[in-house]
């Protein structure tokens, strides 16, 4: 199975780092959030990838293009202009790189990779800016059993302020806001059939927007319920609280 992951987009909430590099290439712990998100699908045996490019796009080729380079040991002689690698430190990932157009919305780069979907009776769909336990394996047998064209991973969005009950003025209970408050949200991890396209009219088509209503009108879309960890990384406030918890040791993603 492979795992398709968006990652042209501009990230402009998050400008104070993405001026200079498109935002999966964001560090968390000195790696780019789009390695963490490939090693949580490595974690479920998911090794293929096909990563839609756009904003700054060369700066993921050249990320991997050097990947080997970077993680192995190595001799380099400038005399005769060779390397010789020692030990090699690399994951047995297969990543095609699809310049899918720097304002192509989400729905028109899923779209314009499906060429390189032929075969699959199904494939992972994710964004490159969000992190979680999701049980991976878990969502593609359920999707498998349900038989229907998609399923989409529903979480609780994290709680960012504290519930306050007054009387008069006096503050008569608090507490941290639960996440999400009952309610689930899209957490972006997607299991899809490649017949997903004809919801899609093209470039300018955005994924979150009529293909989904469509998929729902026709009860093709079921609900992998989460309520593990997850986060996304869309502003430097939830940047820094991911950078906190893998400083910590044991961030709630890591499965590997």
């Given at each position: 199975?492979?795992?398709?992951?968006?990652?042209?987009?501009?990230?402009?909430r998050?400008?104070?780092?993405?001026?200079?590099?498109?935002?999966?290439?964001?560090?968390?712990g000195?790696?780019?959030?789009?390695?963490?998100?490939?090693?949580?699908?490595?974690?479920?045996?998911?090794?293929?990838?096909?990563?839609?490019?756009?904003?700054?796009?060369?700066?993921?080729?050249?990320y991997?293009?050097?990947?080997?380079l970077?993680?192995?040991?190595?001799?380099?002689?400038?005399r005769?202009?060779?390397?010789?690698?020692h030990r090699r430190?690399?994951?047995?990932?297969?990543?095609?790189?699809?310049?899918?157009?720097?304002?192509?919305?989400?729905?028109?780069?899923?779209?314009?990779?499906?060429?390189?979907l032929?075969?699959?009776?199904?494939?992972?769909?994710?964004?490159?800016?969000?992190?979680?336990?999701v049980?991976?394996?878990?969502?593609?047998?359920?999707?498998k059993?349900?038989?229907?064209?998609?399923?989409?991973?529903v979480?609780?969005?994290p709680?960012?302020?504290?519930?306050?009950?007054?009387?008069g003025?006096?503050?008569?209970?608090?507490?941290?806001?639960?996440?999400?408050?009952?309610?689930?949200?899209?957490?972006?991890?997607?299991?899809?059939?490649?017949?997903?396209?004809?919801?899609?009219?093209?470039?300018?088509?955005?994924?979150e927007?009529?293909?989904l209503?469509?998929?729902?009108?026709?009860?093709?879309?079921?609900?992998?319920?989460?309520?593990?960890?997850?986060?996304c990384?869309?502003?430097?406030?939830?940047?820094?609280?991911?950078?906190?918890?893998?400083?910590?040791?044991?961030?709630?993603?890591?499965?590997?």
């Amino acid at each position: 199975m492979k795992a398709v992951i968006l990652a042209g987009g501009l990230g402009t909430r998050l400008s104070e780092e993405t001026d200079l590099r498109p935002k999966p290439m964001v560090e968390i712990g000195g790696k780019p959030i789009l390695w963490h998100i490939m090693k949580i699908y490595s974690s479920h045996g998911i090794n293929d990838f096909v990563i839609c490019l756009g904003y700054k796009g060369y700066a993921i080729k050249e990320y991997f293009s050097s990947y080997s380079l970077h993680n192995s040991d190595v001799t380099i002689d400038l005399r005769t202009n060779t390397v010789e690698v020692h030990r090699r430190l690399a994951e047995p990932w297969r990543i095609t790189l699809v310049e899918t157009g720097e304002s192509t919305l989400t729905g028109g780069r899923i779209k314009r990779v499906l060429p390189y979907l032929e075969g699959e009776e199904a494939f992972c769909l994710t964004y490159g800016d969000g992190v979680g336990n999701v049980d991976i394996s878990a969502s593609v047998a359920f999707h498998k059993a349900h038989g229907r064209a998609a399923t989409m991973t529903v979480v609780h969005p994290p709680g960012r302020y504290g519930v306050v009950e007054l009387e008069g003025d006096r503050i008569s209970a608090f507490q941290e806001k639960l996440p999400g408050d009952g309610a689930r949200i899209n957490g972006g991890f997607f299991v899809l059939s490649p017949t997903v396209g004809r919801y899609i009219d093209g470039d300018d088509t955005m994924w979150e927007q009529e293909p989904l209503r469509g998929l729902v009108e026709d009860g093709q879309l079921h609900a992998w319920k989460h309520d593990g960890f997850w986060q996304c990384m869309d502003t430097i406030r939830d940047k820094r609280l991911l950078e906190d918890l893998w400083i910590a040791g044991n961030p709630p993603w890591k499965s590997w």
